[in-house]
């Protein structure tokens, strides 16, 4: 069916951990939200889903959210015409660090079900060697089957069945660090290069492409020409401004600091998007529960639509 | 207030790992529910919320679902009345084993906020010696606080301003095993007594009690004479039949093999908990997706009804 040939792009959730409202936090937005006085909209924590040829699906990262976000999108539940009463049209799971927020999914996939986990070796190391739970993967033989991923090193995304897809991964180290539950001592041991990845991905047999960078702290020169040569990018939209968290909540770290480039001020996001060509889709997502941009009536919002971007959120579909 | 001196149990999730439906399941119930065709409810996995006070709140277990459960539950939100912005109402947390979907809703109760965990030393361990991911739960000094718990042996809940509640609980260590992540070697190292535990709780201000049984595999007669002597009980409802999952998806082990006394045949929970005094609440929880109860047009949810017993649905609230 020619209707097949195309990635279509899912974005099952667009907030940053804790997702939107948080748990514990009565911010601005977070208040305004729950007592259904903010034009804006919850999120769940960021999640992204792919396909080129609607049948088998791959997930950028594992959110926490991953069981809900699966239920509300009928392309990732079960098929009902198999043999078998378990199955899943997911493929794999490709991750881009070892962040809470972009890994417990994977303890949600679990019931014996075959799972392909495309990660760095030191993310690998971190999860199974670390972390016991995982096991839970490991419960039949095969049934976790983790491929080392290189910075700079395409690799074919296999679908399902087995087959190769169409689609191509490139995986990008960033300069970046890896979560803080990890310890210095034991990041010592490990590769910096294989903290934190950003991703691009292409369709082989349509040319189009598509950039995930759910945290970056800058948007170089080489980046700004790489999603120039995209057709959709997804991009860190974490903090309004560098100094948000801090100011908010006393956290000790600034947004550049935590590995998040702000949205505004000089060599912002919205600056540095806004000059790329506009053809290229732009959306933020990984959008934290204190950016104001969240409030819909406000200028932080109108400032992201005049210039052209998109303020992502949970539900959107791209086709390409 | 007079309305604040009662106990109040809320079943935030019934249902057992997996939720209802669950990801990879296209069962008889998941395929019913998810084509709208189940005269039944979807349920997130099992949690329950108690308070004697309605300021002060207590989890039993953290649940993956745990981040929804709370943004459906205004009780469990933050106040927006404090001085700062982040706050809880939740005071602690009380688990009753290592099982995945009883703990990774602690890796939710992150975002520095102070949280008082109570469980065996050995679940303790195992959850902050064996997976390094439980270290977010200790960014800041007194974040977390770990209070271990010995079977039969009281301890009194402190509320969220430091002052002791009036809940009473009290432990029983259950004739069952670690998860399976945990691994023979490491559980050798560890005391079989201290892996699962049933919970007792008692308001000391009005004399009424609660006790929650989300994982046993057999009513003897000590726990019928305790379960008697009690307002409420939340018991074990994962499976219809000792061979339920065996049968539908080949596991290899029984319900009671699993830790899990099954509803029906002889000794069954039906069988057993209708002899206890109709004075008594009886309520299933942790209920499998595979369960034919949840069908509420069925002969199985009928006589669940017939036996004067409930099948625990979420949202559900118990005021003793």
Redesign the interface.
């Known amino acids: 069916m020619c209707q097949n040939f195309r990635m279509q792009t899912k974005l099952l959730g667009s907030s940053a951990g804790?997702?939107f409202?948080?748990?514990?936090?009565?911010?601005t937005n977070?208040?305004a939200l729950?007592k259904g006085e903010l034009n804006g909209k919850?999120r769940t924590q960021s999640q992204v889903a792919l396909s080129s040829d609607l049948k088998s699906w791959f997930l950028l990262n594992a959110s926490?959210?991953?069981?809900?976000q699966?239920?509300s999108t009928?392309e990732l539940?079960?098929?009902?015409s198999?043999q078998?009463?378990?199955?899943?049209p997911i493929a794999a799971v490709i991750l881009t660090n070892a962040d809470?927020d972009h890994v417990?999914g994977l303890?949600?996939?679990?019931?014996?079900?075959p799972i392909h986990v495309y990660a760095t070796k030191s993310v690998r190391r971190?999860l199974t060697e670390?972390?016991?739970?995982?096991?839970?993967l490991d419960?039949k033989q095969g049934q976790v089957k983790w491929t080392d991923v290189v910075s700079e090193t395409p690799f074919e995304l296999c679908g399902v069945d087995g087959v190769k897809s169409t689609l191509i991964c490139t995986p990008f180290s960033l300069p970046s660090k890896y979560?803080?539950?990890?310890?210095s001592e034991?990041a010592s041991e490990l590769s910096r290069e294989e903290a934190v990845l950003a991703l691009v991905i292409e369709d082989t047999k349509t040319k189009k492409k598509m950039a995930y960078l759910p945290g970056i702290a800058a948007l170089d020169e080489s980046w700004l020409k790489r999603i120039g040569s995209c057709d959709l990018v997804f991009c860190d939209g974490t903090f309004w401004t560098d100094e948000e968290l801090k100011k908010?909540?006393g956290a000790p770290r600034t947004s550049r600091e935590m590995g998040h480039i702000p949205m505004s001020g000089e060599l912002g996001s919205i600056e540095l998007l806004s000059k790329i060509d506009r053809r290229v889709t732009k959306v933020f997502t990984h959008i934290n529960n204190t950016n104001p941009a969240l409030n819909e009536n406000g200028p932080e919002y109108a400032c992201i639509r005049d210039a052209g971007l998109i303020l992502g959120h949970d539900g959107m579909v791209f086709d390409l």
Chains 1, 2 share one sequence.
């Open positions: 804790g997702g409202p948080q748990w514990n936090c009565s911010c977070c208040r729950r919850s926490p959210d991953l069981r809900a699966i239920e009928p539940q079960p098929s009902s198999g078998s009463i378990r199955h899943t809470l417990l303890l949600l996939m679990r019931e014996s079900q971190i670390d972390n016991s739970m995982f096991k839970m419960q979560p803080i539950y990890v310890g034991r908010l909540s």
